[in-house]
């Protein structure tokens, strides 16, 4: 079953919704595990409720509670914190755009700025950004904190969903 597929009425029968907080509490049962905050952390960082045998990220059922209706695409965090389920911090957004939202390089980076690499062969700093899934070479820099201008500079440029 998809979460679309789950009728908003029984979502609204099963859980409380906190407008302020973006909180979602369970109205029903008295287990242990119904008393308090719908769901858990999932190991992405974003809070997961079991309902009609289907994990459903909460920011996917806080938007489906307040516009009446499951998301067709994406929901971004726009501060960028999973945890943050405020109607007021979600909106609509392609995956293109939501994977724009990375804020900080991979843990197997070697650079510590996003967009940056190390380019051995030159013994220089590379700048890259992706634009429609290509990836559009910044040029080379001494530095890494040159390359990172140059990667913001054009992040900002392309990106206008991001959040630098």
Do not use: C
Not at 54 to 65: G, Q
Not at 81 to 102: E, F, H, I, V, Y
């Amino acid at each position: 079953m998809q979460a679309n597929e789950l009728d908003i009425e029984i979502v609204k029968k099963h859980l409380r919704f906190d407008q302020a907080t973006g909180q979602l509490f369970w109205r029903t049962g008295t287990s242990i595990r119904k008393r308090g905050e719908a769901g858990y952390i999932n190991a992405k960082g974003y809070r997961v409720v079991m309902l009609g045998g289907k994990n459903v990220r909460a920011h996917r059922i806080v938007w489906a509670l307040v516009h009446g209706e499951w998301p067709s695409i994406d929901i971004d965090h726009i501060n960028g914190d999973r945890g943050d389920n405020q109607p007021s911090n979600l909106r609509l957004a392609t995956r293109s755009q939501n994977n724009q939202n990375q804020r900080a390089p991979r843990s197997n980076s070697k650079s510590p700025y996003l967009g940056v690499t190390w380019h051995g062969q030159s013994k220089r700093w590379a700048a890259r950004i992706t634009v429609n899934r290509k990836v559009r070479h910044l040029g080379l820099f001494k530095t890494p904190e040159e390359a990172s201008q140059a990667y913001v500079a054009a992040k900002r440029e392309i990106h206008s969903h991001g959040m630098l």
